[in-house]
């Protein structure tokens, strides 16, 4: 059985060098970056959705472009 720590690991060793403040700073970091991309990440797939509809409605018109040779 392999035990799994890869992700406490991190905030053992930190605050192991560096102290527990280095620890809360480092986890108020983190919390910020992941809600930062849940919203991010929520808003570009609710884009593609509506393209995607969009595009199946057949509102999507190609614009020709012709070569003319002279």
């Known amino acids: 059985?392999?035990?799994q720590c890869d992700g406490n690991l991190h905030?053992?060793?930190l605050g192991g060098l560096f102290?527990?403040?280095a620890v809360a700073g480092y986890l108020a970091g983190v919390i910020v970056s992941g809600v930062q991309m849940a919203i991010s990440?929520?808003?570009s797939g609710g884009a593609?959705?509506?393209a995607k509809?969009?595009?199946?409605?057949?509102?999507l018109k190609f614009m020709e472009q012709r070569i003319v040779q002279k």
Request: charged share 25%.
């Open 19 to 21: 102290g527990p403040k």
């Open 48 to 50: 593609w959705d509506n």
């Open 11 to 13: 905030s053992f060793v």
């Open 53 to 59: 509809k969009y595009i199946e409605a057949k509102k």
């Open 1 to 3: 059985m392999i035990i």
């Open 41 to 43: 990440s929520s808003n």
